[in-house]
């Protein structure tokens, strides 16, 4: 790298890369460079044709490119919530939660029931045999491999003729096995195949092997461990080396057997005002769980009773060093606390650095649990595709239904739009290049604004925003309410939006690249403000001859936005005129003049 290249350039750099593309078989990369590639071949026209279409059309505008033809998403099918229920199949049998299932349609359905349970801890090419006490304790850095064996238990027959529930004998089933890896999403790729192939050798059943990601377990899953499923930081092994004493979990889950903890760092910007967390010193074995303002009776009652388990059965991952009635055990509340709780938090000054709610205006408590809707055309047509909660669930309102990674998993630059029911957020991505993409665009980022990537999602941001704006209005009680609805970017989200998430990690380079672009830290941007420039149809001449070009300008026809004034001034025709001419024509007028 050549430390004297500045940023910003007025020519372009003195490399380029040289390919050669072959017609019909262009790669992805060369595709993108054209915002209206066709997906289909039958989409593709001959040249010549293309030119004697647009001198058939008497109209100042060119026939629109397949992005231009992008419509907003259908509000009316995005607010119709999908009762799509929790259900992991295994050998063609619907499991449902874990607990039971019934088919509407058969009129049958089935308990299940757990027979035993096995977890081995993946370490070094090793397994080991993991103690009663310690099942449903996992740490992000290690690999876990769990033998479920259970069986299906006939029940809840209904008769077809009239629909009521028969007495029938009870049919139990054959025992199934199925083997559940657990993979930390800070394991060794080297652990995660070797347990694989441990799972293979320990798998004399023949059963189903099922891969279970971190903070992407469902509820079959989370059911195993009654509630006491806990995540650790760091690997097992290397547990009782921390030099913190202290240590902090987030509680999750809904359901009584699906409640589960979450370790984070020890700060408060990690707390969260909508559920509770449990502070844990195993020098001095101390339990303080604290409750947020925020959380409801029925939240607060479930995280008492995980926590007592917890208490109960002394997992050695907590490293307590004394018996369960010797743990000191405390509870307190948001607005409450004791000088223990800031000792814990370490916090000398008492300040909340998160989103509390204690001086919020409106009513703390949840009334719907957020929705997330990935908006996006890579198939095609502009649509909404909601995303789901594992642990979803129509009689339970989830204080934390998603986290950050499913935001920045998708394909980037993505765009969500996430509805608390309350406020509405547009969470924009970013260009999510490589290293040497990046220098490049650092070094020529007057060269690179415009280019038909950038179009495509400029069209795309324009379709979403007019989604936003369209569903703000049809949502039910819109009329009533005054939602907000606001555009926030990767990288610098403020801090209200990164509360509505369990725990929030910066993303440097999606902050790197949005800053770059513009964007400011905790910048939030009115969606009826920004729709508004990006539908600008006239802008004056000095503003169409700036480089880089106002944001949703499209460089292949610069010269549309000029007044028919201007254009008739600096092309001495009118745009009908000009646009009856062919395209070659219109082409090497507009390359003098400085519009192409």
């Not at 957020?370 to 204080?399: C, K, N, T, W």
């Not at 001449?541 to 070009?549: D, G, I, N, Q, S």
């Not at 010269?559 to 001495?572: A, G, P």
């Amino acid at each position: 790298k050549n430390d004297v290249t500045t940023q910003k350039g007025a020519k372009r750099p003195a490399w380029c890369i040289f390919g050669k593309q072959n017609q019909n078989v262009e790669t992805l990369l060369f595709k993108g460079k054209f915002y209206d590639w066709p997906g289909d071949l039958k989409e593709l026209k001959p040249i010549n044709d293309a030119a004697n279409s647009v001198n058939r059309i008497p109209s100042a505008r060119r026939p629109p490119s397949i992005v231009e033809m992008l419509k907003p998403a259908d509000v009316n099918k995005m607010l119709i919530k999908q009762d799509i229920p929790v259900n992991m199949i295994l050998e063609q049998a619907s499991l449902g939660r874990g607990k039971h299932w019934y088919d509407p349609i058969e009129l049958r359905g089935h308990d299940i029931q757990t027979i035993s349970l096995n977890v081995w801890h993946v370490s070094e090419n090793e397994r080991y045999e993991v103690s009663k006490s310690s099942y449903g304790q996992f740490h992000s850095d290690d690999v876990y491999i769990i033998r479920w064996r259970y069986k299906l238990v006939a029940s809840g027959f209904h008769s077809i003729t009239t629909g009521k529930a028969s007495v029938r004998k009870t049919d139990t089933g054959r025992d199934r096995v199925a083997y559940l890896i657990w993979q930390g999403v800070n394991a060794s790729p080297n652990e995660k195949g070797i347990s694989v192939l441990m799972t293979v050798f320990l798998d004399e059943e023949k059963g189903p092997h099922i891969h279970v990601i971190q903070e992407r377990e469902e509820a079959t899953f989370i059911q195993l461990f009654d509630g006491t499923f806990t995540i650790h930081m760091g690997k097992r092994n290397q547990s009782k080396e921390r030099k913190s004493h202290w240590r902090l979990y987030v509680f999750l889950g809904e359901i009584e057997v699906e409640n589960h903890w979450w370790e984070l760092p020890i700060d408060s910007t990690n707390l969260r005002s909508r559920t509770s967390f449990l502070f844990i010193d195993n020098v001095k074995n101390i339990m303080l769980l604290w409750h947020g303002c925020g959380t409801t009776d029925e939240q607060r009652f479930l995280a008492n009773k995980s926590a007592m388990k917890l208490r109960e059965r002394r997992p050695e991952e907590f490293h307590f060093n004394c018996e369960r009635e010797d743990i000191e055990f405390c509870e307190i509340q948001e607005g409450d606390e004791i000088d223990l709780f800031w000792t814990a938090i370490n916090e000398r000054t008492q300040r909340r650095k998160y989103h509390s709610l204690l001086n919020a205006r409106s009513n703390q408590k949840l009334t719907a649990t957020m929705r997330i809707f990935h908006l996006s055309s890579l198939h095609g047509p502009f649509v909404a595709q909601e995303l789901l909660y594992p642990l979803r669930s129509p009689d339970h309102i989830a204080a934390f239904p998603f986290t950050q990674a499913d935001l920045y998993e998708l394909h980037q630059p993505a765009l969500c739009l996430i509805d608390t029911d309350k406020e509405l957020y547009i969470w924009q991505g970013w260009n999510d290049l490589s290293d040497d993409e990046l220098d490049i665009q650092l070094n020529n980022a007057n060269l690179q604004a415009g280019c038909p990537r950038d179009m495509r999602f400029t069209a795309e941001r324009r379709c979403a925003f007019r989604t936003a704006v369209e569903y703000c209005k049809a949502k039910p009680g819109s009329t009533t309410v005054d939602l907000t609805c606001s555009i926030v970017y990767a990288g610098l989200e403020p801090i209200d939006f990164i509360n509505l998430f369990p725990k929030w990690t910066v993303n440097m380079k999606a902050r790197q690249q949005n800053q770059l672009d513009g964007k400011n830290l905790n910048q939030k941007d009115s969606v009826s403000d920004i729709l508004q420039h990006l539908c600008r149809e006239q802008y004056t001449l000095e503003e169409l001859r700036t480089r880089p070009l106002p944001e949703g300008v499209d460089p292949s026809k610069i010269e549309f936005y000029l007044s028919d004034d201007d254009f008739e001034k600096e092309f001495h025709m009118t745009k009908d005129e000009f646009y009856a001419l062919p395209y070659w024509k219109q082409t090497n007028i507009k390359k003098p003049l400085g519009f192409f």
